[in-house]
């Protein structure tokens, strides 16, 4: 992708029926990895989160806490989704509800436009319904439960919960026309499902047929109502899915929805279906263009399974912020597990890393070099004088780490991208190691080595900053101005990524500050309790 290109990326929206768990926070904190490299490349970016309202889910929620459903998603979205954005770090351009004026009036034009062009019809429909989904379902869909309280039950393999079965006259859209469209879109943009294990199943799904959607409801009015027909509510996930359009003016806004539109969607692998054959489904049938790419990643699993509210194995982001701070939160959940992949959390492997790689790797890697600085230079970055082989490896290590981490970014690949850019760390560490800048300060004859050895490793400090401030913004911001580079150079967010492997930007002279640990030893990593 050239500079200065319009990168629209946007995360799923977020059900308030609940309180989030790390499995939301891990999409958001990838959404906000992405967008923070792009904004750093120059391109035109947009970041859209925000929350998925209406629909049956909600509405029982709020009548079983005794609240109206709008009072219930107000009181959710104040008191833990908006800061939720706070508690992992996510730089948002937009935040939008499906129960906003502008996402209402939007959807009924797009709804009004599909009704008028002969894609939305009135029918019947008698089918098994799961409201944890908030989807019909086919029989593979469900098993019937051996023990428990739903035993002999037919339950959605999804959630476990009996589904109901609903029969109801309904309007329908023509999905089933779009078969062979969707079937064409894939063959010939293969990357527009990512990774290959989500395309693979999204196109057997479309190949065993498509019926029509469903996408109005009478036997509840918590909903957009339907234009033409206000007796019915339209279906959460169309209402939801049209979120993508309606933030960045579709229908009201022409000039910005072209600006922005199409985006790259993450979602969860078990929302997949909805984004690569539903969505896609309604745009062309718009005449509106697909997304640029629908990326599954994988789910977040404690003790093997998909970790959720639901199934009582849900974690609150607070509860590892707390302890191990915001960027390790944000650098564990992106280096840890191959984005696309599923992982396993424990809090085992979290304080492990925590303290190999940003404790003893990155977070002392800056502070020993700060203080040679400091005790050999007065706290002023020596020039370097001729390099040897040794350094001019380092600042080939650093180049090729910015070129792999760039390409890897825009392959989605984040885990790989960071591996890249931990190469410096490793390099840098092995070098100061090698160099033993402590025994070259012992002779004044070494003097000019010493200044290229720390000039060395204050450079790739710099291009370390630069690299990891997408993902680690604090402490890569503390480390910025403790080099003296904020005051040379200006904001490390305003450095150019690409560039970040040119050798040579941080100017000799500029004055170090010490720092506190940037990642700090931790007594006891397990909160109480868990
Ligand atoms: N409201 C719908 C999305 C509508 S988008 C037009 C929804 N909401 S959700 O709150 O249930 O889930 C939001 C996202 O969180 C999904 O992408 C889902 O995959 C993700 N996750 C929920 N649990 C998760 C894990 N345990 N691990 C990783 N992601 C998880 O679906």
């Given at each position: 992708?050239?500079?200065?290109?319009?990168?629209?990326?946007?995360?799923?929206?977020?059900?308030?029926?609940?309180?989030?768990?790390?499995?939301?926070?891990?999409?958001?904190?990838?959404?906000?990895?992405?967008?923070r490299?792009?904004?750093q490349?120059?391109?035109?970016?947009?970041?859209?989160?925000?929350?998925?309202?209406?629909?049956?889910?909600?509405?029982?929620?709020?009548?079983?806490?005794?609240?109206?459903?709008?009072?219930?998603?107000?009181?959710?979205?104040?008191?833990?989704?908006?800061?939720?954005?706070?508690?992992?770090n996510?730089d948002?351009?937009?935040?939008?509800?499906?129960?906003?004026?502008?996402?209402?009036?939007?959807?009924?034009?797009?709804?009004?436009?599909?009704?008028?062009?002969?894609?939305?019809?009135?029918?019947?429909?008698?089918?098994?319904?799961?409201?944890?989904?908030?989807?019909?379902?086919?029989?593979?869909?469900?098993?019937?439960?051996?023990?428990?309280?739903?035993?002999?039950?037919?339950?959605?393999?999804?959630?476990?919960?009996?589904?109901?079965?609903?029969?109801?006259?309904?309007?329908?859209?023509?999905?089933?026309?779009?078969?062979?469209?969707?079937?064409?879109?894939?063959?010939?943009?293969?990357?527009?499902?990512?990774?290959?294990?989500?395309?693979?199943?999204?196109?057997?799904?479309?190949?065993?047929?498509?019926?029509?959607?469903?996408?109005?409801?009478?036997?509840?009015?918590?909903?957009?109502?339907?234009?033409?027909?206000?007796?019915?509510?339209?279906?959460?996930?169309?209402?939801?899915?049209?979120?993508?359009?309606?933030?960045?003016?579709?229908?009201?806004?022409?000039?910005?929805?072209?600006?922005?539109?199409?985006?790259?969607?993450?979602?969860?692998?078990?929302?997949?279906?909805?984004?690569?054959?539903?969505?896609?489904?309604?745009?062309?049938?718009?005449?509106?263009?697909?997304?640029?790419?629908?990326?599954?990643?994988?789910?977040?699993?404690?003790?093997?399974?998909?970790?959720?509210?639901?199934?009582?194995?849900?974690?609150?982001?607070?509860?590892?912020?707390?302890?191990?701070g915001v960027d390790?939160?944000r650098?564990?959940?992106?280096?840890?597990?191959?984005?696309?992949?599923?992982?396993?959390?424990?809090?085992?492997?979290?304080?492990?890393?925590?303290?190999?790689?940003?404790?003893?790797?990155?977070?002392?890697?800056a502070?020993?070099?700060?203080?040679?600085?400091?005790?050999?230079?007065?706290?002023?970055?020596?020039?370097?004088?001729?390099?040897?082989?040794?350094?001019?490896?380092?600042?080939?290590?650093?180049?090729?780490?910015?070129?792999?981490?760039?390409?890897?970014?825009?392959?989605?690949?984040?885990?790989?991208?960071?591996?890249?850019?931990?190469?410096?760390?490793?390099?840098?560490?092995?070098?100061?190691?090698?160099?033993?800048?402590?025994?070259?300060?012992?002779?004044?004859?070494?003097?000019?080595?010493?200044?290229?050895?720390?000039?060395?490793?204050?450079?790739?400090l710099r291009?370390l900053a630069v690299?990891l401030s997408p993902v680690i913004p604090d402490s890569t911001h503390k480390l910025w101005s403790a080099i003296g580079a904020a005051h040379?150079l200006g904001h490390v967010t305003d450095q150019?990524?690409?560039?970040?492997?040119?050798?040579?930007?941080?100017?000799?002279?500029?004055?170090?500050?010490?720092i506190d640990?940037l990642?700090?030893?931790?007594?006891?990593?397990?909160?109480?309790?868990?």
């Amino acid at each position: 992708m050239a500079a200065g290109d319009s990168f629209y990326i946007a995360t799923p929206i977020f059900y308030v029926n609940d309180v989030p768990h790390i499995g939301h926070a891990y999409t958001e904190v990838a959404a906000d990895v992405l967008a923070r490299w792009h904004r750093q490349s120059g391109d035109d970016t947009w970041l859209l989160t925000g929350t998925d309202e209406h629909g049956q889910k909600i509405l029982r929620t709020a009548v079983a806490n005794d609240s109206t459903p709008q009072a219930w998603a107000d009181k959710l979205v104040n008191e833990s989704w908006l800061p939720l954005l706070q508690t992992i770090n996510i730089d948002n351009d937009d935040f939008i509800r499906t129960t906003d004026e502008r996402h209402e009036s939007a959807v009924k034009i797009f709804l009004q436009k599909l009704y008028d062009d002969g894609f939305i019809y009135s029918g019947e429909y008698e089918g098994y319904y799961c409201v944890g989904c908030e989807e019909y379902k086919q029989l593979d869909d469900l098993l019937e439960a051996e023990s428990g309280d739903y035993a002999g039950q037919l339950v959605c393999k999804i959630h476990t919960r009996p589904v109901e079965i609903l029969k109801e006259r309904n309007y329908f859209f023509r999905m089933s026309d779009f078969q062979q469209k969707l079937l064409d879109l894939y063959e010939s943009r293969p990357d527009f499902i990512q990774p290959d294990s989500v395309r693979n199943e999204i196109i057997q799904f479309v190949k065993s047929g498509l019926q029509d959607l469903s996408i109005s409801r009478s036997s509840f009015d918590w909903g957009i109502k339907i234009p033409w027909d206000d007796s019915h509510v339209l279906y959460v996930w169309f209402d939801a899915l049209l979120n993508y359009i309606t933030a960045i003016g579709y229908g009201t806004d022409d000039d910005n929805f072209r600006r922005r539109w199409p985006a790259t969607q993450l979602v969860g692998k078990d929302i997949a279906r909805f984004h690569a054959v539903i969505w896609p489904a309604m745009l062309m049938a718009a005449g509106l263009e697909v997304p640029t790419r629908v990326f599954g990643h994988g789910w977040l699993l404690v003790g093997g399974e998909k970790m959720s509210k639901s199934k009582l194995t849900g974690i609150a982001p607070s509860q590892i912020t707390e302890t191990f701070g915001v960027d390790a939160f944000r650098y564990y959940f992106m280096s840890a597990i191959n984005f696309g992949q599923d992982g396993s959390f424990s809090w085992e492997d979290l304080a492990a890393r925590y303290q190999s790689e940003l404790a003893n790797g990155f977070g002392n890697l800056a502070s020993r070099v700060i203080a040679m600085v400091n005790k050999y230079f007065d706290g002023a970055i020596p020039s370097p004088a001729e390099y040897t082989e040794a350094d001019l490896g380092i600042q080939s290590v650093v180049k090729q780490a910015a070129e792999k981490a760039d390409a890897a970014i825009q392959r989605l690949a984040i885990h790989e991208a960071i591996a890249s850019v931990w190469t410096i760390v490793d390099e840098l560490n092995g070098y100061i190691t090698l160099q033993e800048p402590w025994a070259l300060a012992k002779d004044e004859a070494n003097r000019a080595r010493l200044g290229t050895v720390l000039y060395t490793a204050a450079e790739g400090l710099r291009a370390l900053a630069v690299l990891l401030s997408p993902v680690i913004p604090d402490s890569t911001h503390k480390l910025w101005s403790a080099i003296g580079a904020a005051h040379e150079l200006g904001h490390v967010t305003d450095q150019v990524i690409v560039d970040a492997g040119h050798w040579g930007q941080l100017p000799p002279a500029s004055r170090v500050h010490s720092i506190d640990a940037l990642f700090p030893r931790i007594e006891s990593p397990e909160p109480a309790g868990v």
